[in-house]
């Protein structure tokens, strides 16, 4: 046989395997396609049942009838796309009912399953049709290393009120990803008064590697009880917990706040300087006017710009420090004042944010 030969029957090969390949996507689709079409008119009957029932017109037994027909992935699908759209009250008679159900059982002990894809089923089934009895499994699925799972277990937050699933989200929040960290905390906030009591505890060590992320935490909530910590922040060591604290406090009017913003605006960190002078801007303390006035002549552009915004909101007198200062000698505060005061509302509003 010559290397020819033995080309050509490689090619051979390849274009076999290659025609099997297509045949399979096509049968594939073929079989979806044609699984979809049998199971759409049980699809149709669940979301009718669902509106009447959820319009009071028929009795929960039709849902729970409907549900059972549908594969378990198709019926949490159902759940999660009905689950906004009723009432409280009624949404936890079906879960009650639900706890019944053979395959919601079944979907539940998927909990503890080696295939991430199984606890994900059960996850998303939990997050809207959890009872009390499940707080355990979705500890176990918010403490979960793929991220989908965990993910889908913290929605439950929005339905059932445990400490020690709060606590356990809560725990997680500073080893996620910014986008996740944010939609953790959308779900936190329902929990609220937990969430404050851990954060006092959290955000009194000093030495926590994630203190950091808990003053961040802290500042979506604008929690007033959280202020006293938060300006005991404004002294930290770490430059990253003081870029939170300065952020925090401009929610906080309050004569210890404008304090420690005084001193921040001066920090050595020009992130920190920036945070404290946009949060001295949100008091709006006639005090501290010529702070944020001086904050013009910042060697750091985003600092000027901060303080550029922030005197927009001190009113008539930040706009006149602001035209004097665009026709001052300084050329980088000069620039900055010629861009504020060149700003529709629209972009102000926009740009303070």
Sequence with gaps: M???????????????????????IILNRWFRLRRSARLQPRRVAVDDSMRRWAAGGTPLAGVLIGLARLPASLAIDALVGWSARVPGERWRELASALEHQWWAR????????????????????????????????????????????????????????????TLAALERLPRLAPTVQAYYAGMLRRSRAVVIQHLLKRLRRGDDPALA?????AVRLA??????????????PNPEVRIQAARALGSFPHRESVTALTRLVADAAWEVRAQAARSLGMIADATTLPRVRAALRDPEWWVRLRAGLALMRF?????NALLEIEVGA????????????????????????
């Design 2 to 24: 010559t290397s020819r030969h033995f080309l050509l029957i490689v090619a051979l090969v390849q274009g076999v395997l290659l025609a099997a390949l297509i045949a399979l």
């Design 106 to 165: 079944l979907v539940r002990t998927n909990g503890s399953s080696a295939r991430w894809w199984k606890r994900l089923e059960c996850a998303r089934f939990l997050s809207v049709g959890a009872m009390p009895a499940d707080v355990a499994r979705l500890v176990r699925l918010v403490n979960d290393s793929h991220a989908a799972v965990h993910v889908a277990a913290v929605a439950s937050l929005e339905r059932i009120e445990s400490t020690p699933l």
């Design 213 to 217: 992320r808990f003053a961040e935490f």
């Design 223 to 236: 929690e007033p009880a959280l202020r006293e910590r938060m300006t005991a922040l404004a002294d930290h």
């Design 315 to 319: 009113g008539t007198a930040g706009r």
């Design 330 to 353: 300084d050329p980088a505060a000069r620039d900055v004042a010629k861009l504020i005061l060149g700003l529709p509302t629209q972009a102000l509003a926009e740009f303070a944010a």
